[in-house]
């Protein structure tokens, strides 16, 4: 494919380029260069993708698990010989550090892993005698059509949260990956397919609104799986129960990370302050993947007169922080995604301006010219009552907070109306546990800047960050992608 022509869709038997009427410029966010144009599918191709994996459900769902185990087992050894290939994409369309284009890579790969056990994760119960000459059972069954819809920020391990469990547990699946990074998504269908995957069990769709809500309102589909915004995962709740889908719709985040006065006695202020876990942790949660993550930490909160060394130590490891071309040089963080993004941000960071925070580190300044690139950013003085408290960002900025105890923390923690994650930097195992036991958040870290649960976990926002029951991955995912059926049998 040359650099700017329109990206493919994947329909049963093999890929095709659809008439449509509009495109969305795929970037390299690190130069701007258009690398790419993503088509604008709509109701048309969505039926024949339905159409395609409804043709394939009555012989993928009887294929015996482990038989579609072996598939996956081939899947995994081709994702891993073509890792570098696909972290190298990553890289390229979304703009992450090859570490981190890495890392999206291998947590994906992670979930076909998990997957590869679908047998034994499968299986059902039975107990004999359940009333006198009955016995009684219950299984999993496959729902039929499955869609999935992801965000730009992960392009390989969101999509793998999906459609490898999915199909894994006898279903068909249509993936419609994120407009502005299709590229990695289309790499990893078109392994799927050389491990051998029938044609028509995994489909791929591009675009944007009118796509989503074509799947949404499908009748054909009979469970939807969501990342993305808040506001658009709403959306996408209520479409699918206007249709009687079953759906999981993970939403945006605001993430705290709070660091106790013991953590920074032991060394967040010392001489070996670039060394610290601590230190470490909230750089890497706040700035690794240029923020954009729903896991990153967006709020620093110090408490009492520790918060100015905080700080002032903080400042200073920002300021060892390189930006730059993630393909071309070896830097610590790349490019926000589009000239959008870095327009919202530069305007949410003058606005904390005009609002008097204290801009400590301007991310507005000194960064490459040509890309969409914001540094990292330190706004100090947020208080429950501001936007920023309650603003998802989704880049690299950091608002520090100043409670006065660990008990006002966890109070300003629980009025954030996201429920994702939160971080307690300690070695006071009293402190973490009241963290733990009184956060409102699914997902708690304990000196761990990023408590994302891997494969084997489900992935459990709460609140605003999350509608819908059964959470993606892990054991959650498996109950999503069957419904249970039980029977009765008396025998004369
Ligand atoms: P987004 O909501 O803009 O887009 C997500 C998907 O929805 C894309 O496929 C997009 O095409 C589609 N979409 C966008 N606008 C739509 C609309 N109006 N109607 C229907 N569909 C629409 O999100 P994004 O900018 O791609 O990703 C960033 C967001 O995703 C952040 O809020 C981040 O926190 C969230 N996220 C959440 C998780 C999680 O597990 N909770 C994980 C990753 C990202």
Not at 95 to 107: I, L, N, P, Q, S
Not at 152 to 181: D, R
Not at 249 to 278: F, Q, R, S, T, W
Not at 383 to 407: A, D, I, Q
Request: glycine share 14%; aromatic share 6%.
């Amino acid at each position: 494919m040359s650099q700017a022509d329109a990206v493919p869709v994947l329909v049963g038997e093999g890929w095709l380029t659809p008439e449509v009427e509009g495109y969305t410029p795929v970037h390299r966010p690190a130069t701007g260069e258009v690398i790419g144009r993503t088509p604008h599918c709509g109701g048309a191709e969505v039926d024949l993708a339905v159409e395609a994996a409804s043709r394939a459900f009555p012989a993928w769902s009887s294929t015996p698990a482990p038989e579609r185990a072996r598939v996956l087992f081939r899947y995994r050894e081709l994702l891993e010989a073509q890792a570098e290939v696909l972290a190298e994409i990553v890289c390229r369309e979304n703009g992450k550090t090859r570490e981190e284009a890495r890392g999206d890579v291998r947590r994906g790969l992670e979930v076909v892993e998990l997957a590869c056990g679908i047998g034994q994760l499968a299986k059902g119960e039975v107990l004999p005698e359940l009333a006198a000459g009955i016995d009684g059972s219950a299984t999993r069954e496959p729902v039929g059509v499955c869609a999935g819809i992801t965000p730009f920020n992960f392009p390989a391990m969101v999509p793998m949260w999906m459609y490898p469990l999915a199909i894994a547990c006898g279903n068909c699946f249509i993936l419609k990956p994120s407009e502005k990074v299709p590229l990695t998504a289309n790499r990893l269908a078109e392994l799927f397919l050389e491990a051998g995957l029938p044609p028509g069990v995994l489909n791929v769709v591009h675009g944007g609104r009118e796509v989503v809500e074509a799947l949404c309102l499908h009748p054909g589909i009979a469970a939807l799986s969501f990342v993305g915004s808040s506001p658009v995962a709403r959306r996408v709740y209520e479409w699918a129960g206007q249709t009687g889908k079953r759906c999981q719709a993970a939403g945006g985040a605001k993430n705290v990370l709070l660091v106790m006065p013991d953590a920074v006695e032991a060394g967040l202020l010392g001489e070996a302050a670039a060394a610290d876990p601590a230190l470490n942790g909230v750089l890497h949660s706040a700035f690794g993947c240029a923020g954009q993550r729903c896991m990153a930490g967006s709020l620093l909160m110090g408490l009492g007169d520790a918060c100015d060394g905080l700080r002032d130590q903080m400042a200073s490891a920002m300021d060892t922080l390189t930006v730059g071309d993630t393909l071309t040089e070896d830097v610590d963080m790349g490019p926000v995604i589009d000239g959008a993004a870095r327009q919202r941000l530069a305007g949410r960071i003058a606005g904390a301006a005009d609002a008097d925070l204290a801009v400590v580190r301007d991310g507005r300044e000194g960064v490459p010219e040509g890309g969409f690139f914001v540094g990292p950013t330190l706004l100090d003085g947020v208080e429950p009552g501001h936007g920023l408290f309650t603003e998802e960002l989704f880049g690299p900025v950091l608002g520090l907070m100043r409670p006065r105890s660990l008990e006002e923390a966890i109070d300003w923690i629980n009025r954030i109306p996201y429920g994702n994650a939160a971080t307690i930097f300690t070695g006071d195992g009293g402190a973490a546990r009241a963290f733990t036991r009184g956060v409102e958040c699914g997902m708690i870290g304990v000196n761990v800047g990023v408590p994302a649960p891997m494969a084997l976990f489900s992935f459990s926002g709460w609140d605003q960050s999350f509608f819908g029951d059964l959470h993606v991955q892990g054991t959650e995912g498996v109950l999503f992608y069957t419904r249970q059926k039980t029977v009765l049998s008396r025998w004369p």
